[in-house]
């Protein structure tokens, strides 16, 4: 492979520009802001909190709660607001992968809420969701086994390549977003969707995989740039 | 639902009666305002805004539909507010709550009375064809006075929009590619937001200051120095005379606020 | 091996150290390293390893002093907001006895109280009680938040910070370990004082930072820099080599002093500042594992031990779990 030169000039391992920002709003307990390509994703973690929703809460354990939601405005045709089947899925597998890295046992009966807003979306809004959060549970003192990181690989013209934009998810062939947790390498979220061979989809995981091990790297650096003196 | 201390309420009542407020400003004084517009590449037109920590996004999306039967010939303004739970501990999810219905409810009608937005200019084919402006705001970060804020938000994003140009093609609607228009607008408008503190009118409240404020009242203002809208809400009432003074000041600051645009 | 230094900010996941370290608060174990479960600053203490969070909830602990905000009143108790994800019951036999009276005529919800920890149950509720110097209800006054993290560095080595602030502004002030600190004093002194507070949370992780301040605060009120710079606060940031021995024999005389203690308890009523603030001195010295010389911890004991109840528990102190796992 390899040569391919893909629709918007990246190569086949070449992410699309990444941002990231950690502690971007005043209320959140944490916070994140990320752009990856076109997309703008803002994070919110309050908690752990007490909830009042006592049928949610585990006696040995926090439990944590995630909402996925894209603005109206962060799509070509107006979104209707609130939550939909799409949206509540992600949500659902966003917890999902962000739960192992976290250590709740100190905190009992506590709730940790997750709010990633999609302000603008354009491909991989789940992935970028998840590495966003996983900065503002750091950024909100949760303790963490490690950084979850998302990113995706998928199937285009016949070619695996990393990170699909959206006009990539839409004519391609297969996408296969995870998320990981880097120090152990052990994955927290894989989905696939599309057409690949069984050689194909080692490939795409590989490729994944490394994607995510250069995303966790801006993930440390934009923590450490909050509390870097100057 | 979240309590006041007894002892910040006095606190900050005691302050406001000597003039003076717990982030040193005056009365009559705004907190730092930043607008950028353009912030949505996917939206006709976006801003974000931020008033001191308050900060809320707006983006304009238009999307063709029928006109109302009695004004056939304009087109439609929608306005919508998400208080996000990212916002504010105290916001949960789900439906619009009714402060959040208010909020957009009085931010919309600054923007319809003030009649800034040419509705007339935006009518495809009347009675058929028409442009409906979906105005969505996100409230992400509450620290009070988010009506001013999305007031202005909606007044930056308007004055940056931009719509396809339609044409009727074989009784079909067709949008042309590559060319667009601004969103006809005539008019600028702000508005100004007081809470009541002890026996003091205030303006930019803080969330704090809201917390204690016995009641608001939210007066817009055009740039010309018309009242379009007004909107009293709080617990207590308010004397003629302090609805004048509020009156008063905001079309004053109005036009300091407009400057930001 | 060891990967890291004393102070460096870590990040969650962070390989700090290999086996042959041990895993203090802050940290865990996994596949024979030490890793970081924390975005904070690592405290290195003979072999043991710990993380010092940047930001974290308020999780309440026996003996603790917080300050707390009446949420409602109900039959026989009050409910207490102790900025933390578990709230706080205060019983009402803990301020009557065993003698009927209206609660809310005593405490009223919206009140702001300076509060004991009295136990923690399993499920992390906290029961309140008002037994100690200058409990009870705030009146006038102002209230700061405050990361609960961040009050180590508020109080300053032997209470530095927060007695420069209280000379310099005159304003009375209580900081409860709930990251919840009350000022009362001039009306501009409080708003400076606040100013001040959330200025110092805001760099807590700085060096330099009480000369920063005091700086800061001689600018604000004298309209000129202190007189001479004084050089101390560096020292912070040094750390000792550790000497075992010497918190052994802390230790023994902490329990000493505390067996004495317990004997002849001393009924009179202190400032609320001066409590809350000399226990937040221990906290501080714990946080940042740092032991003067012996002298100076005998001093402070000392101290300690004069004007602190008997209730707080010697058992929460971290140098003690450090020598239990050194043994």
Redesign the interface.
């Given at each position: 492979m390899s040569e391919m030169i893909r629709e918007d000039g990246r190569k086949f391992n070449e992410l699309r520009p990444i941002k990231i920002e950690a502690g971007v709003l005043e209320r959140a307990d944490g916070s994140a802001y990320l752009e990856v390509g076109g997309n703008k994703i803002l994070v919110a973690v309050y908690g752990p909190r007490e909830s009042y929703i006592r049928r949610l809460l585990e006696p040995n354990s926090g439990v944590i709660r995630c909402r996925y939601n894209m603005a109206p405005f962060s799509v070509d045709d107006r979104k209707r607001p609130g939550p939909d089947r799409r949206s509540s899925e992600i949500s659902k597998i966003t917890a999902d992968a962000l739960r192992p890295a976290l250590m709740l046992e100190n905190y009992p009966r506590s709730m940790i809420d997750i709010f990633i807003e999609v302000i603008e979306a354009e491909g991989g809004t789940r992935c970028a969701g998840i590495t966003a959060a996983s900065v503002a549970l750091v950024d909100a003192g949760v303790p963490m086994k490690d950084i979850v990181v998302g990113c995706a690989a998928g199937k285009v013209n016949d070619e695996i390549v990393l990170d699909l934009s959206e006009y990539e998810d839409k004519e391609g062939q297969a996408d296969v977003p995870i998320a990981m947790m880097p120090r152990t390498g052990e994955i927290t979220l894989l989905q696939s969707d599309g057409d690949l061979t069984e050689e194909e989809f080692a490939k795409a995981i590989d490729l994944a995989m490394e994607g995510c091990l250069q995303v966790s790297e801006l993930q440390k650096e934009a923590l450490m740039k909050r509390y870097s003196t100057e | 639902m979240d309590i006041v201390p007894e002892i910040t309420k006095q606190s900050i009542t005691n302050l406001v009666k000597n003039d003076k407020r717990e982030d040193g400003r005056e009365l009559t004084e705004y907190r730092d305002i930043s607008i950028e517009t353009n912030v949505i590449s996917k939206a006709e037109g976006s801003a974000r805004v931020k008033i001191g920590g308050t900060q809320v996004i707006v983006g304009i999306k238009p999307q063709l539909g029928s006109p109302f039967p009695d004004t056939p010939d304009l087109g439609v303004l929608m306005t919508n507010c998400e208080m996000l739970p990212m916002a504010d501990p105290t916001f949960e999810p789900g439906p619009p709550s009714e402060d959040s219905i208010e909020l957009a409810r009085v931010v919309d009608r600054g923007i319809r009375e003030s009649e800034l937005v040419e509705l007339d200019k935006l009518c495809v084919e009347e009675g058929k064809h028409v442009w409906m402006l979906f105005i969505d705001l996100h409230i992400i970060d509450n620290c009070g006075n988010l009506f001013d804020a999305c007031e202005l938000a909606v007044m930056a994003a308007l004055k940056t929009t931009k719509l396809p140009v339609a044409s009727i093609v074989d009784e079909e609607v067709v949008l042309s590619e590559d060319e667009t228009f601004d969103l006809p607008i005539n008019n600028e408008l702000a508005l100004c937001t007081f809470v009541k503190i002890g026996d003091k009118m205030v303006i930019d409240p803080t969330l704090s200051e809201e917390r204690v404020a016995s009641a608001r009242l939210n007066v817009g203002v055009t740039k010309d120095g018309h009242i379009c809208s007004m909107q009293k809400g709080g617990k207590e009432p308010l004397t003629k005379d302090e609805i004048l003074y509020c009156v008063n000041t905001a079309v004053g600051k109005v036009k300091e606020l407009i400057e930001y645009l | 091996m060891i990967y890291v230094e004393n102070k460096d900010?870590v990040?969650?996941?962070q390989?700090l150290a290999d086996d042959e370290y041990y895993s203090g608060r802050?940290t865990?174990k996994?596949?024979g390293k030490v890793?970081s479960?924390?975005?904070g600053l690592v405290s290195l203490r003979n072999k043991k390893i710990r993380v010092i969070?940047?930001?974290?909830?308020y999780?309440p602990k026996k003996g603790d002093v917080v300050i707390g905000?009446?949420?409602d009143v109900r039959f026989s108790m009050w409910d207490v907001?102790i900025n933390s994800?578990?709230?706080g019951i205060l019983p009402a036999f803990e301020v009557f006895g065993r003698e009927k009276k209206e609660l809310n005529k005593v405490f009223?919800?919206?009140?702001?109280l300076f509060l004991r920890v009295v136990d923690v149950d399993e499920?992390?509720k906290a029961k309140l009680g008002l037994k100690g110097r200058g409990m009870g209800k705030?009146?006038?006054?102002?209230?700061v938040d405050i990361?609960p993290?961040k009050v180590p560095r508020l109080i300053g080595k032997k209470g530095s910070m927060i007695n420069m602030i209280k000379d310099k502004t005159n304003c009375k002030i209580v900081v409860g370990q709930n990251g919840l600190v009350w000022v009362k004093g001039d009306?501009?002194m409080?708003?400076l004082t606040?100013n001040i507070i959330h200025l110092i949370e805001a760099e807590a992780?700085?060096s330099g930072l009480t000369n920063k301040i005091k700086n800061k605060l001689y600018l604000a009120i004298d309209g000129e820099l202190p007189p001479e710079e004084v050089s101390e606060e560096e020292e912070e940031f040094v750390l000792e080599k550790p000497k075992l021995q010497n918190f052994k024999e802390e230790l023994e005389q902490e329990e000493r002093e505390a067996e004495e203690k317990e004997a002849a308890e001393s009924p009179e009523a202190e400032d609320a500042d001066e409590a809350a603030e000399v226990e937040e001195t221990e906290e501080d010295n714990a946080e940042k594992d740092e032991k003067p010389n012996i002298a100076e911890v005998i001093e402070e004991l000392r101290k300690k031990n004069k004007n602190k109840d008997n209730t707080i528990s010697l058992g929460d102190n971290s140098n003690n779990s450090l020598i239990l796992n050194n043994k």
């Open positions: - | - | 900010l990040i969650p996941g390989i802050g865990f996994d596949n890793c479960s924390l975005m969070p940047l930001k974290s909830k999780v905000k009446i949420n907001d994800p578990y709230s009223d919800v919206g009140d702001v499920i992390k705030f009146k006038g006054g102002i209230i990361a993290t009306e501009d409080e708003q606040k992780h700085t």
